[in-house]
Nanobody, 120 residues
Framework: QVQLVESGGGLVQTGGSLRLSCVASGSIFSINTMGWYRQAPGKQRELVATITDGGTTNYADSVKGRFTISRDNAKNTVYLQMNSLKPEDTAVYYC??????????????WGQGTQVTVSA
């Protein structure tokens, strides 16, 4: 089992910034991917950004150039720096961790979510 604890959400005005953090604990595999997804009211959960243990990143087109994902492997922590926030970024942001075990089983875990609200 892997536990994920998120922090850093809140209310910000358009154009503002927030930084989300997510700490993973438990049965962590050294080869893994962590990332952030978000879900706005009435919409499906969507990918925001992911980062592998080696530092390879992937971003949704809607956040490229505004959001930066990073991680500290020693602390099992992933960050999401969000700049130039827009009202359409308002959503619950979920941390995700996944790996493939040594017996080839895909395992994924989710945090409890943190609310990000961007006022117009």
């Amino acid at each position: 089992q892997v536990q994920l604890v998120e922090s850093g959400g809140g209310l910000v005005q358009t154009g503002g910034s927030l930084r989300l953090s997510c700490v993973a604990s438990g049965s962590i595999f050294s080869i893994n991917t962590m990332g952030w997804y978000r879900q706005a009211p009435g919409k499906q959960r969507e990918l925001v950004a992911t980062i592998t243990d080696g530092g390879t990143t992937n971003y949704a087109d809607s956040v490229k150039g505004r959001f930066t994902i990073s991680r500290d492997n020693a602390k099992n922590t992933v960050y999401l720096q969000m700049n130039s926030l827009k009202p359409e970024d308002t959503a619950v942001y979920y941390c995700n961790y996944h790996h493939v075990t040594t017996w080839s089983e895909f395992q994924a875990y989710w945090g409890q979510g943190t609310q990000v609200t961007v006022s117009a």
